[in-house]
């Protein structure tokens, strides 16, 4: 009898940020973004002097969790939730550990995007999303595979999750997702009218 399976798995976490026990006060949260964002002049000297619209702490500040006790709540938070997928994805990490490796605030304006791009010699990488106001961009996810597919048809717009090209996940403000650090992913333009799209990104590596 022929049956046919689906191989080599690209898993996606979903959930809430507070829902592993680890609580985060998300009205702080987002006063800190702003407070931050507005402090961190070598911040927005970095993102002028690159094009980066709106504001992001990546190439700035390094120590976040340090600096400010909210942040230190939302990696208590997040390394339960990694831990968690890293169950799921049956790591096998011996005597080393998945540890938190970086952690930036990103706020987005309307009309602003980020383009695809991985993150490398990461483990695990993911968003946790602060403020999401109507029209505000999903996160679009791209099969690995796709470079590979040179000569195949495109799919029927009804498709499977599993066999899309292209997944959007549209989450809300105090959700958090997870992903392999080599999946392709972007941001697509922010159709928010007036209001900033808001989180905080992260990578956690083994070490």
Same mark, same amino acid.
């Given at each position: 009898?022929s049956?046919i399976?689906?191989?080599?798995?690209?898993?996606?976490?979903?959930a809430?940020? &507070?829902?592993?026990?680890a609580h985060?006060?998300?009205?702080?949260?987002?006063?800190?973004? %702003?407070g931050?964002?507005?402090d961190?002049?070598?911040?927005?000297?970095?993102?002028e002097?690159n094009?980066?619209?709106? %504001?992001?702490?990546? #190439?700035?500040?390094?120590d976040l969790?340090?600096r400010?006790p909210?942040?230190?709540?939302?990696?208590?938070?997040l390394?339960?939730?990694v831990?968690?997928f890293?169950?799921?994805?049956?790591?096998?990490?011996?005597?080393? !550990?998945?540890q938190? =490796?970086?952690?930036?605030?990103?706020?987005?304006?309307?009309?602003?995007?980020? !383009?695809?791009?991985?993150?490398?010699?990461?483990?695990?990488s993911?968003?946790? %999303?602060?403020a999401?106001?109507?029209? #505000?961009?999903?996160?679009?996810? =791209?099969?690995p595979?796709l470079?590979? +597919? +040179?000569?195949?048809p495109?799919?029927?717009?009804?498709?499977?999750?599993?066999?899309? &090209?292209f997944?959007?996940?549209?989450p809300?403000a105090g959700?958090?997702?997870?992903? =392999?650090?080599?999946?392709r992913h972007?941001?697509?333009?922010?159709?928010? =009218?007036e209001?900033?799209?808001? &989180?905080?990104s992260?990578?956690?590596?083994?070490?």
């Amino acid at each position: 009898m022929s049956q046919i399976r689906s191989l080599f798995a690209t898993r996606l976490y979903h959930a809430r940020l &507070s829902e592993l026990g680890a609580h985060v006060d998300q009205a702080e949260l987002k006063r800190s973004c %702003y407070g931050i964002a507005e402090d961190d002049e070598a911040g927005q000297v970095w993102c002028e002097e690159n094009g980066y619209p709106g %504001y992001t702490s990546y #190439a700035s500040l390094t120590d976040l969790p340090w600096r400010f006790p909210i942040f230190a709540d939302v990696v208590k938070a997040l390394d339960a939730h990694v831990a968690a997928f890293a169950a799921d994805l049956q790591f096998d990490l011996g005597e080393k !550990t998945l540890q938190l =490796e970086d952690i930036w605030i990103n706020i987005l304006p309307p009309g602003g995007i980020h !383009t695809g791009h991985i993150h490398p010699h990461s483990v695990i990488s993911g968003t946790t %999303y602060v403020a999401m106001p109507d029209g #505000a961009s999903a996160l679009k996810l =791209e099969d690995p595979r796709l470079p590979m +597919m +040179m000569a195949a048809p495109p799919r029927v717009k009804e498709a499977r999750e599993e066999l899309r &090209s292209f997944i959007y996940i549209k989450p809300v403000a105090g959700d958090v997702l997870l992903w =392999e650090s080599w999946l392709r992913h972007e941001v697509p333009m922010n159709m928010a =009218e007036e209001d900033e799209r808001i &989180s905080v990104s992260f990578n956690y590596k083994w070490d």
